[in-house]
């Protein structure tokens, strides 16, 4: 089944080229199904990129899916056009007091500063503590855990020195749970971030089940006990090409940085990577969609 999106969202052209399955807001408006409906809070600089990377992941599924963008404040994007954000993206104000069945909260470029540094910290605090009631099951992604991590477990971040960047084994734990039904128990992940997930910070501070973790990223997927928040510490979303981006992007900054481990054959830059994840990536968004999602929500979205 298709996602359905905003007429014209710039994703609609590169996803169709890719033959997946898109639906417009008029061709959808004439079927009489009950879709999903998600809320997508994109955090990332580059916006278009992420829609499109989500989206490909969240297609992949029998359900359709209508997607609503929302901004958490009206910051203008050094990297996405303002037409852009104003065209297709939303205001809290703007749906607050409407329900939804899914929420994606996306990481962000803010994980090597401190909450209270965060230009929009206490308007996205109001956005997360709103979807503990507001919304069915929410899946945060990299430095949206960390934010989740402090609303609802009051866990202050927790800073690495260098940045973990590459593609890494995670390790299903013996807990067996949907969200992971037919993963591999040894699966590789997209890793890019400046801050940690210790398995024994999880344990001791929250009552968070880690689904999969690994001793070099800590805990890379894990649940609430209701399932209503899903926590992945990577970005299964990226692209076979988004790691050497950044990592181009940091050398012309002249930050040094290390080459991405597991990522370019030969430990070489200049051979092409190869994506090794996508599999587990569809996997995951499927089965949340599927299982916390589809299966959990009611048909009437007002009573969630």
Not at 33 to 53: A, S
């Amino acid at each position: 089944m298709p996602i359905n999106i905003p007429n014209d969202l710039p994703a609609k052209a590169v996803l169709n080229s890719e033959q997946v399955f898109v639906m417009t807001e008029d061709r959808s408006s004439h079927q009489d199904i009950r879709p999903l409906n998600l809320l997508f809070l994109n955090l990332m600089p580059k916006k278009i990129n992420t829609e499109i990377q989500y989206m490909r992941k969240l297609s992949n599924t029998p359900l359709q899916v209508n997607i609503t963008l929302l901004r958490v404040d009206d910051h203008i994007s050094k990297l996405t056009p303002r037409e852009h954000m104003d065209n297709f993206y939303k205001s809290f104000s703007e749906i607050k007091d409407q329900k939804f069945d899914g929420m994606i909260v996306t990481g962000a470029a803010l994980d090597q500063l401190e909450f209270a540094d965060v230009t929009y910290w206490d308007s996205l605090k109001k956005i997360l503590l709103w979807s503990s009631k507001h919304v069915t099951s929410t899946l945060f992604s990299c430095w949206g855990v960390a934010a989740a991590l402090k609303v609802f477990y009051n866990v202050d971040i927790i800073f690495r020195e260098k940045k973990l960047s590459g593609i890494y084994d995670e390790k299903l734990s013996d807990h067996i749970d949907t969200l992971t039904r037919g993963f591999d128990d040894v699966f590789k992940a997209p890793i890019s971030r400046y801050c940690e997930f210790p398995l024994d910070v999880i344990k001791e501070k929250t009552n968070i089940e880690v689904l999969a973790s690994s001793d070099e990223t800590g805990m890379y997927l894990g649940v609430s006990p209701d399932g209503r928040q899903v926590y992945v510490s990577g970005h299964p979303e990226y692209d076979a090409d988004t790691l050497l981006q950044e990592y181009t992007r940091d050398i012309e900054a002249g930050k040094n940085p290390s080459i991405p481990v597991n990522y370019f054959p030969d430990n070489n830059p200049t051979l092409s990577p190869i994506c090794s994840w996508r599999g587990h990536a569809s996997l995951l968004f499927c089965n949340w969609l599927n299982y916390y999602v589809y299966q959990e929500t009611p048909y009437d979205i007002k009573s969630i």
